[in-house]
């Protein structure tokens, strides 16, 4: 069979794979798209009960779209802003029955390579076709592909505890008492885990935000409940992001409730805490120690959101140019160091920042980021788009790249917890617009520290 006969393999059924999928299809390609999970948005699902920032409009791809569109499937309110379930229910779910036996779940894969060739032989790389090896429930097989696209995302990958990067010590062995994601307040189960007990929240995004947003709720429900925030940087600083000024109102909303919260006393700040070890306390609760030898009260419950990294354990034996520090496409890096750019800055960019050494593999969505949190469905969809008409060979749809983001003095994280927003005023409904000083720094909380304090990095 001819490479340009065969499919293009897609990994990951969430909304930058989809997308790819819909784009392949509108020009005439193949894609097999392989899914680890028992159903489309996987990840997505896991964090079914937080609000997107973004609105339905914002939300759908318009490839995917017309490939819905003799379905029947109508699209939702373009103004709303949906839940994660909803997102992947009402949409991610639907474009996936469309595409069929296309999407293959309940596949992991474990490797990628060019045929016959590992990492360090030169021949045949432009002329061989490439590997797909996956393990499924039957077994394992191999996919030989024209060309992968990698949308598996970063969600698999949180980062841990420990502020150098490794999980702090006695980390995993307090895994009973830590959790890496946003939790799910309205879970009964849940919440009863949480009420009245002590909480740690570490992270300075807009997950910890949402976090603490839920956790301030919970305390003015449930008396006892008590909120630790443990910022590594040595201020609140825009912690809480761009309030008014942010051009997606549910973002900029979120930072101003979790500044009010903060205000309000619900929530006690810690700066400066970079967590090097987890002590097990006699009561089963645990302690968090700084590296700068600094021992934080014990707690019941760790809330770990400090962001994700990608896996690349299966790209092993394929090329790769990736930036050294944030494990994104090498020409990529720039356009999207969360320490230059918001949401609004990133330069527009397609398959010619994404293509790699290696022909014809491409890293989108999420995967494209590494480790930085700046990202928004329209980035993946552009990036999908552009990706496509470089696989089909369309060289001048490929370059041609026309995207403008929101403006924001920070990007990262999810959106509010279960809140309804009213379009109209654009502010969430029965929450007032934030007061003149709501979101000025907090006073930090002092803890017991030895002479020489931590270095703010």
């Known amino acids: 069979m001819k490479i340009e006969d065969l499919p293009v393999v897609v990994i990951g059924a969430g909304p ?20 680890v999970g028992p159903s489309a948005g996987t990840s997505v699902r896991q964090w079914h009960h ?58 992991r894969v474990v490797g990628v390579a060019r045929r016959g ?28 592909a024209r060309a992968v696209v990698d949308a598996s995302g970063t969600w698999t990958q949180p980062n841990p505890l420990g502020a150098d990067g490794l999980p702090a010590l006695g980390e995993a062995a307090a895994a009973d008492r830590i959790v890496y994601q946003v939790p799910d307040l309205t879970d009964p189960t849940v919440r009863a885990r949480y009420a009245g007990r002590r909480i740690a929240v570490a992270g300075s995004g807009h997950s910890a935000l949402t976090a603490l947003v839920a956790f301030a709720e919970l305390a003015e429900q449930r008396p006892g409940t008590r909120v630790e925030w443990l910022l590594r940087r040595g201020e609140v600083g825009n912690t809480f992001g761009g ?38 306390e006699s009561d089963g609760r645990v302690a968090l120690e700084s590296i700068d030898g600094r021992r934080h009260d014990p707690v019941d419950e760790v809330v770990v959101v400090t962001g994700f990294r990608p896996d690349l354990s299966f790209l092993s034996e394929v090329r790769l140019d990736l930036d050294a520090a944030l494990q994104a496409p ?50 993946g969809y552009e990036q999908v788009r552009s990706v496509a008409a470089a696989i089909a060979g369309d060289r001048e749809a490929a ?20 809140t309804t927003i009213d379009t109209t005023t654009e502010q969430e409904v029965g929450v007032p617009a934030a007061s003149g000083d709501c979101c000025s720094p907090l006073p930090a909380a002092t803890l017991a520290a030895p002479t020489v304090g931590p270095r703010d990095l």
């Open 330 to 379: 090498r020409v990529l890096a720039p356009l999207i160091d969360p320490n230059v750019h918001s949401c609004g800055t990133v330069y527009p960019h397609g398959a010619t920042e994404l293509s790699q050494p290696e022909p014809d593999v491409y890293l989108v969505g999420m995967k494209s980021y590494g480790r930085a949190p700046t990202f928004l469905a329209l980035t």
């Open 50 to 107: 937080v609000r997107l920032f973004s609105r339905w409009g914002e939300l759908v791809d318009g490839a995917a779209e017309k490939l819905l569109a003799p379905t029947g499937w109508s699209a939702p309110d373009s103004d709303r802003y949906p839940t994660g379930a909803e997102w992947a229910e009402r949409y991610l779910q639907p474009l996936a029955d469309v595409l069929g036996e296309r999407v293959r779940y309940s596949t």
């Open 117 to 144: 060739r590992d990492l360090v032989v030169d021949a045949g790389r432009d002329t061989e076709p490439l590997t797909v090896h996956v393990v499924t429930p039957t077994g394992e097989e191999r996919i030989t």
């Open 399 to 418: 370059e041609r790249v026309e995207l403008v983001l929101p403006e924001t003095g920070v990007c990262s994280g999810g959106g509010l917890v279960e």
């Open 243 to 280: 309030g008014d000024a942010d051009q997606l109102p549910a973002r900029g909303a979120l930072g101003q409730r979790a500044a009010r919260a903060a205000a309000e006393g619900h929530i006690r700040t810690v700066t400066g805490f970079r967590t090097a070890a987890v002590h097990r």
């Open 16 to 35: 930058s794979g989809l997308a790819a999928a819909a784009h392949l299809l509108d020009r005439g390609l193949e894609p097999v798209v392989l899914e």
